[in-house]
């Protein structure tokens, strides 16, 4: 068994040697914690020149650290190196890029005489003059809806004779379609036909005026009614006449059918005046309104143009595809225009003076920017936003972004573009946080 007597001498020099041994550390680590908080040097003080000198050189260096050339892999754009070296992720050799201070500003591009030359580049100069409004669009010809008619009986009955076989067939008005009997009709004759027995006191003409009335209200045509009158005879059958010129585009009457004052027997549109359905693109309904003039071509009739005006702007735009319907009116006498028919429509607005315009094919669109690539001398070019408005003739008009005289890129601008892109793609890389990429290439995980 343990002496705890010996046990605690034997512990007690211990205990009188930690003080000695705390000193002794506290001596070995205090030099080095003094030169860590000393500067690069590790001398704790410095004179405040050399303090100032080092936080100028410090300065300089972040700024020619964003200024001077970055290494890129052409692959990996997250790796940029300072120095050339190989991408530590695929060994592709990095690529020089030199980020130049833009302001806000797209970063500028400068191309030699060469580059230009293999590019086919053209300039076109930002003038300012008369643009026509107008649009181009596509159209289908339709039946005139204000010039159709529907042939309903006004009493139930049998069609006993026929005179029109098939649709399609023209009809001229007051022209016979069918014969209909129906008892009420017969009824009504007869009463006509008693009215116009004398009667006491002078009461005959107010009778027969009202039996007439109910004739012609039960459509009887009046050719009828005087024949009835002077045969003293009720006819068993009374004609259906065609209300309009026109072509029969509906039949539903056959020989020997019941009908009812429900049922349409005839349906007549007129093609001498017919409508144009037109769709407009939301950008271009801007000026649109009735009465502006419009011309149409069909290809059923090359080298032919109708005149017309614009009649009606309907009140919706076409959920999916963003356009607005338009109608138009024609004048058709000879029917040549066929309902169902393509035309290529044009719709004309009248000029616009004093417009800033540029060549449409230098206009660069994307889905959040209009842009152009401006030339700016020396082989500089430099993309800027602009605000385009009208569209006409090839040109497209500028509201803002470009002065009178300015030079655009025609042909070459989409490239000129991408590639201040990528300019100012990598000048975000060059400035993002250090810790973002490790130093063998690989990303810093948190």
């Excluded at 049922?263 to 309904?285: G, K, N, T």
């Amino acid at each position: 068994m343990r002496n705890p007597t010996s046990g605690t001498a034997r512990w007690r020099p211990a205990r009188a040697r930690g003080p000695v041994h705390l000193h002794a550390l506290i001596f070995l680590l205090l030099p080095p914690l003094l030169t860590g908080c000393g500067d690069e040097t590790g001398s704790l003080y410095q004179p405040t020149e050399s303090l100032e000198e080092a936080q100028r050189d410090t300065a300089l260096q972040h700024a020619a650290k964003h200024l001077d050339s970055k290494y890129i892999c052409p692959m990996h754009p997250q790796i940029v190196r300072d120095e050339p070296g190989t991408c530590p992720i695929c060994g592709m050799a990095l690529v020089e890029r030199r980020v130049e201070p833009t302001d806000g500003r797209a970063p500028e591009v400068t191309l030699s005489e060469a580059t230009m030359h293999k590019m086919a580049m053209r300039l076109a100069p930002v003038e300012r003059g008369l643009l026509w409004r107008h649009i181009h669009t596509l159209g289908r010809i339709e039946y005139d809806e204000t010039r159709l008619a529907h042939v309903h009986p006004r009493a139930s009955g049998f069609i006993e004779g026929l005179d029109l076989r098939a649709e399609g067939e023209p009809v001229r008005r007051g022209q016979t379609l069918a014969r209909l009997y129906a008892p009420d009709i017969l009824a009504a004759q007869v009463d006509f036909l008693l009215a116009l027995d004398p009667q006491p006191q002078g009461g005959t003409r107010v009778r027969a005026d009202k039996a007439r009335n109910l004739l012609r209200l039960l459509d009887v045509p009046e050719d009828s009614i005087r024949a009835i009158e002077q045969s003293r005879e009720p006819q068993r059958t009374i004609p259906v006449l065609a209300p309009i010129d026109g072509v029969v585009t509906a039949m539903t009457a056959r020989e020997g059918m019941y009908v009812s004052a429900v049922d349409a027997l005839f349906s007549i549109a007129d093609p001498s005046r017919v409508w144009v359905l037109a769709d407009v693109f939301e950008h271009q309904i801007d000026w649109l309104r009735p009465g502006l003039s419009a011309e149409i071509r069909v290809p059923a009739r090359p080298g032919r143009v109708w005149e017309g005006r614009v009649d009606y702007l309907y009140p919706a735009l076409d959920p999916k595809a963003r356009t607005l319907r338009v109608r138009l009116v024609f004048d058709n006498p000879d029917g040549a225009l066929k309902p169902n028919m393509f035309a290529d429509v044009v719709v004309f607005g009248g000029p616009k003076r004093d417009a800033l315009s540029i060549p449409a094919e230098a206009l660069i669109r994307t889905g959040t920017r209009s842009s152009v690539v401006k030339a700016l001398g020396e082989g500089r070019f430099q993309p800027v936003d602009v605000v385009p408005g009208m569209r006409a003739d090839g040109a497209v008009e500028i509201l803002s972004g470009l002065d009178e005289g300015d030079q655009v890129v025609v042909s070459g601008q989409f490239l000129i573009d991408s590639e201040s892109s990528l300019q100012a793609s990598f000048g975000r890389l060059g400035s993002a946080p250090e810790a973002a990429v490790g130093p063998g290439g690989e990303h810093a995980h948190h």
